[in-house]
């Protein structure tokens, strides 16, 4: 059997497959020839009951929020998932070129019911040979750390803040904050650019694209020239945004570093008691993360000297589909899902 690794998250959903050589990559989607990594987790319901996902959306012009549907939170939930599915399952076949396709729902929360006819276990059940359910954050620790001692996984994610908590490899806690996603650093104010009212759907998400290119760049320590140009930023404002950008950065991980704190207190647990610290999501990436978590880690008495602190500099659904791939017991079982 072979396996393919799925995680649906807020705003994509991401799918891994084995190479020839044996390692994680995207899994591709076809679409008129040209092949694809990117799949919306939203999809569009015509009036002629024709079911719309990924690549598919911008034919019929459903990228407008007012007529899409995000799978999770939609009525319609059941259609669209079978629609993901089926989708997942062609290209995880072609990219085979074998039938015979496993499935592990991945997720991090809640557990979904194996018995309920609605649930996406259920419904993964219609669309592939073998159907598992493991925890997200559980894949990571025990491929980085191998099940020792606590851990805690920080996803600093677009949308949101996650903290898991995993002792010995087994989830004790998950705690999510929806008031601290990476998005809520605004980069329009720190390079001083509004954007226009009068502008089109179409160029506020070119607007959106240029943004987040250069909230990257500056992740990265550094700064598009192209970028700022096309917004009419001088380029000698690079230092003063630069130095903006990490004062800010600094800020907003103590914020969210906080947060993980004040959640391990309520496990009447300190920073003293974790062996191993995982930081992925968007805001992984910023290139003083590690400096910044050990400024904060010390500032509260713990020992860093003591702590493995391992950082993704890629996205935590990606790096929870590679892993699990990864993971020998996927000789067993093989597709994700988060939910």
Not at 305 to 315: A, E, G, L, R, S
Request: glycine share 6%.
């Amino acid at each position: 059997m072979r396996w393919v690794a799925i995680d649906f998250g807020r705003n994509e959903i991401k799918a891994a497959v084995t190479s020839v050589d044996g390692k994680p990559m995207k899994l591709l989607y076809n679409n008129n020839g040209r092949m694809y990594s990117y799949m919306p987790s939203e999809g569009y319901i015509s009036n002629n009951g024709r079911v719309y996902m990924g690549m598919d959306l911008p034919v019929v012009g459903a990228l407008s929020p007012e007529r899409i549907s995000e799978i999770k939170n939609s009525h319609e939930r059941k259609v669209l998932l079978n629609k993901a599915f089926e989708n997942i399952n062609e290209a995880a076949i072609s990219h085979y070129d074998d039938n015979s396709i496993g499935a592990v729902l991945l997720y991090e929360n809640i557990k979904e019911d194996e018995k309920n006819e609605d649930s996406i276990y259920s419904i993964a059940k219609s669309h592939f040979e073998e159907v598992q359910q493991k925890c997200a954050s559980e894949v990571l620790t025990s491929v980085l750390y191998s099940n020792e001692g606590t851990s805690v996984v920080i996803d600093i994610s677009l949308s949101a803040l996650q903290m898991s908590l995993v002792v010995k490899g087994v989830k004790k806690a998950y705690i999510p904050s929806n008031e601290l996603g990476f998005k809520t650093v605004d980069i329009s104010e720190i390079i001083g650019y509004t954007i226009p009212e009068d502008i089109s759907d179409g160029e506020l998400y070119l607007h959106g694209l240029i943004l987040e290119n250069i909230r990257q760049c500056l992740c990265q320590g550094k700064v598009d020239f192209a970028l700022l140009d096309v917004l009419d930023i001088e380029p000698a404002n690079e230092p003063v945004i630069r130095n903006k950008f990490e004062e800010c950065m600094t800020r907003y991980l103590f914020r969210c570093f906080d947060v993980c704190t004040q959640k391990l207190r309520k496990q009447s647990m300190s920073w003293s008691d974790v062996n191993n610290i995982v930081l992925c999501g968007s805001a992984s990436n910023y290139y003083k993360m590690k400096d910044g978590l050990c400024r904060f880690l010390k500032g509260n008495g713990a020992d860093t000297n003591t702590i493995k602190i391992t950082v993704y500099d890629k996205d935590a659904q990606w790096a929870a589909a590679f892993n699990t791939l990864n993971l020998p017991l996927l000789e067993e079982g093989g597709v994700i899902v988060e939910f």
